[in-house]
């Protein structure tokens, strides 16, 4: 079956850098996308990756791995506003969405 | 302009009732959502409309039936509400071509509450 994982939740300081990973398991592959989910808004579009390597996005970057069906989002410079979860998202070989259930990053002063 | 907006915002109702979820978008996108937040918060997708022909139908209940008069709107009516049909649900738009523009482009949620 299709599957994606990551953690449920994570805690970290402001100011300080944090890394959410996510492994996925999709029936094909073309690609991975990262989204950020404030408490009852909608998911808007962070990032996402198709090649391996470090996508870079000011304070946020994106890294995938296809040999290992592993992302990582890694925010630096954390501020209180990154408070939100944050969904991983791969693209199957008929182009839809398997989402996880997403990463509350909770953010302490 | 929103870019996808989806109305109610919020949409309270007994059991038993037929509601209707509207939507719609002006970014000139090929395809259209619909998916279902529980309270897990898994994304789940229920339709997916391109050029108004439904290309994805996951195991959801004949009680949901998505309308898509034209290509910027897609509308969700469901008969019969259930306890279980509470969630956020949200409507969602993409361009066809190549995985960049497969960006999804969510609106603001309806919420969902069965009595």
């Known amino acids: 079956g299709q599957n994606i994982d990551q953690p449920t939740e994570m805690t970290a300081t402001e100011g300080a850098i944090v890394q959410i990973n996510c492994t996925y398991q999709?029936?094909?592959?073309?690609?991975l996308f990262w989204y950020q989910q404030h408490a009852g808004e909608a998911p808007t579009f962070l990032s996402y990756?198709?090649l391996d390597g470090l996508e870079e996005k000011g304070r946020f970057s994106s890294f995938l791995s296809r040999s290992k069906g592993y992302s990582y989002l890694l925010l630096k410079e954390l501020q209180m506003k990154d408070s939100a979860s944050y969904l991983c998202?791969?693209?199957?070989?008929?182009?839809?969405?398997?989402w996880g259930a997403g990463t509350k990053l909770i953010i302490k002063p | 302009d929103t870019a996808v907006s989806q109305t109610p915002k919020y949409l309270v109702t007994q059991m038993g009732n037929d509601k209707s979820i509207k939507c719609e978008q002006n970014?000139?996108?090929?395809?259209m959502y619909w998916y279902k937040q529980d309270s897990k918060k898994f994304l789940k997708i229920m339709f997916s409309?391109?050029?108004?022909?439904?290309?994805i139908n996951e195991t959801v209940p004949n009680r949901f039936s998505p309308k898509s008069p034209d290509k910027a709107h897609l509308n969700l009516h469901i008969n019969s509400l259930e306890l279980g049909d509470s969630a956020v649900y949200f409507c969602?738009?993409?361009?066809?071509?190549?995985?960049?523009?497969?960006?999804?482009?969510f609106g603001a949620g309806t919420r969902l509450s069965v009595l």
């Open positions: 969602a738009s993409s361009q066809d071509g190549d995985v960049a523009k497969n960006i999804q482009y």
């Open positions: 970014l000139g996108h090929d395809t």
């Open positions: 409309y391109n050029n108004k022909e439904l290309i």
């Open positions: 999709t029936s094909g592959f073309n690609g």
């Open positions: 990756n198709v």
């Open positions: 998202a791969a693209m199957d070989s008929n182009y839809q969405l398997i």
